[in-house]
């Protein structure tokens, strides 16, 4: 048995791993000449982490990343809609990990190259079609750079785990347009500053209208500092117009990014200060696709970004590619043939994916901030009488449920 696997990202390179795991050869094929760190930060999720943990990853993941400690939502003015524990702290068998995006996806490509070899990721391959019949799939691909034909490949399955911009989801939806803009643009960055809070904590404040996060993913390096990732989301223009793909992931200006920061007020923060010492940040439009009727065709499926792409809310979008890259590794191995396994796949991921789509369309867990700001526009002197405790219990703790990373949930296995 054999996979080829198109998109060396999070999502790509954990199924390789999964599938290397249970006796099933992979080769990963990605576009760019090589997988480096890049991006900033991001959550993972201890539903996620504890399959990353099966694989052996967590000393490595330990060495690069900050275990989140606790999360707290607070409205624009800096006050506190809601706190909760996370992962260890919270009772999870496994931690929840604050990491640099970049970094998360170099821990599992060095383990691909270990365990695989260095053969089993194939960068500067873009590829150009396939084929399937009866007996497989045959990809053909192009020199990324040269744009001349590279070399085919054949393979029990392949899976499109190639992002936002799918080339394999296009090639069964070409009518699907560009992806959906909400009109929030993100400024991302990341620079060594002087711990807040614990050291170990995030924060999000504002809603959907507005948001700022702030959060550590690494040591900084000097004492009591840490690499803290920043992100300003504000709404900003028509969802009927979305910025062209090359405005994507551009460099952000300073005199654009402030005066939305400046709504905001986080105690023993200095937002600001932060933003200008942090050089070059990056500014992205916040985007995701309409949920698909299928993502299998025969021996042919998707997964991750190109399956589901999702606003980030929640910290879902990396954590639920990799649950995607378990689910189907597992079905591999049970089922009688491989069409069966990725039928299977499907029927029990895109349901459950569609759905948080959706919530994170409402505002995910983060909607708490939402319902308490539109009753105390102007702050607060006690969240209890503008929202009681029960019912902002109720909003986070059904968004937990359905993503798969509840108390009860994560105690299962």
Same mark, same amino acid.
């Given at each position: 048995?054999?996979?080829?696997i198109?998109?060396?990202g999070?999502?790509?390179?954990?199924?390789a791993?999964?599938?290397h795991?249970?006796g099933i050869?992979?080769t990963v094929y990605? /576009?760019a000449?090589e997988?480096?760190?890049?991006?900033?930060g991001i959550n993972?999720l201890?539903?996620a982490i504890?399959?990353? #943990?099966?694989?052996?990853?967590l000393? #490595?993941?330990?060495a690069?990343?900050i275990?989140?400690?606790?999360l707290i939502?607070?409205?624009r003015?800096g /006050?506190t809609v809601?706190?909760?524990?996370r992962?260890?702290?919270?009772? +999870?068998?496994v931690?929840?990990?604050?990491?640099h995006?970049?970094?998360l996806?170099?821990?599992?490509?060095?383990?691909?190259?270990?365990?695989?070899?260095?053969?089993?990721?194939?960068?500067?391959?873009?590829?150009?079609?396939?084929?399937?019949?009866?007996?497989?799939?045959?990809?053909?691909f192009a020199?990324?750079?040269l744009g001349?034909?590279?070399?085919?490949?054949?393979a029990d399955i392949l899976i499109?785990?190639?992002g936002?911009h799918s080339t394999v989801?296009a090639? =069964?939806f070409?009518n699907?347009g560009?992806p959906?803009?909400?009109g929030?643009q993100?400024w991302?960055?990341?620079c060594d500053?002087p +711990?807040f809070?614990d050291?170990?904590?995030m924060?999000?404040?504002?809603?959907?209208?507005?948001k700022l996060v702030l959060?550590?993913?690494?040591?900084?390096?000097?004492?009591?500092?840490?690499?803290?990732n920043?992100v300003?989301?504000v709404r900003?223009?028509?969802?009927l117009k979305?910025?062209p793909?090359?405005?994507?992931?551009k460099a952000g200006r300073?005199e654009d990014?402030l005066?939305?920061?400046r709504?905001?007020t986080?105690?023993?923060v200095d937002i600001? +200060?932060?933003i200008?010492?942090s050089?070059?940040f990056w500014e =992205?439009p916040?985007c995701?696709?309409?949920?698909?009727?299928r993502?299998?065709h025969?021996r042919v499926?998707?997964?991750?970004?190109a399956a589901?792409?999702? =606003?980030?809310?929640?910290?879902?979008?990396a954590?639920?590619?990799?649950l995607?890259?378990?689910?189907? #590794?597992?079905?591999?191995?049970?089922a009688?043939?491989?069409?069966?396994?990725?039928?299977a796949?499907?029927? /029990?991921r895109?349901? #459950?994916?569609?759905?948080i789509v959706?919530m994170?369309?409402?505002?995910g867990?983060?909607r708490?901030?939402?319902?308490?700001e539109?009753?105390a526009p102007n702050?607060f002197?006690?969240v209890?009488?503008v929202?009681? =405790?029960?019912?902002r219990? /109720?909003?986070?703790?059904?968004y937990?449920?359905k993503?798969?990373?509840s108390a009860?949930q994560?105690?299962k296995?």
């Open positions: 048995m054999k996979a080829i198109i998109g060396g999070i999502g790509g390179l954990s199924l791993l999964m599938l795991a249970r050869a992979a990605e /576009q000449s997988i480096r760190e890049v991006g900033v993972t201890p539903h504890r399959e990353l #943990a099966e694989l052996g990853l000393p #490595a993941l330990d690069v990343a275990r989140t400690r606790e939502y607070m409205n003015f /006050q809601w706190r909760e524990l992962g260890l702290h919270a009772g +999870a068998p931690p929840q990990f604050s990491i995006r970049g970094r996806q170099g821990v599992i490509r060095d383990a691909v190259i270990e365990r695989l070899g260095p053969d089993a990721i194939c960068t500067g391959r873009r590829l150009q079609g396939f084929l399937q019949d009866e007996g497989g799939v045959t990809a053909h020199d990324a750079k001349e034909a590279g070399e085919t490949a054949r499109g785990a190639d936002i989801r090639h =069964y070409p699907q560009g959906r803009w909400n929030v993100m991302r960055g990341a500053w +711990a809070l050291g170990e904590s924060i999000i404040a504002g809603g959907m209208a507005g959060y550590p993913i690494a040591e900084g390096k000097k004492p009591g500092t840490r690499l803290t920043w300003v989301n900003t223009g028509d969802p979305p910025p793909k090359e405005a994507w992931s300073l990014v005066p939305f920061a709504r905001f986080v105690p023993g600001l +200060a932060l200008k010492a050089g070059t =992205y916040m995701d696709r309409d949920p698909l009727p993502w299998t025969g499926t998707l997964l991750g970004d589901h792409p999702m =606003y980030p809310v929640g910290s879902n979008g954590s639920q590619a990799i995607d890259a378990r689910c189907l #590794a597992d079905l591999m191995v049970k009688e043939h491989p069409r069966h396994a990725l039928a796949y499907e029927a /029990q895109l349901p #459950a994916t569609a759905e959706a994170n369309r409402a505002g867990p983060e708490v901030i939402d319902a308490v539109a009753l702050g002197d006690d209890e009488r929202l009681p =405790y029960g019912k219990e /109720q909003i986070v703790n059904a937990a449920g993503a798969g990373f009860a994560l105690a296995r």
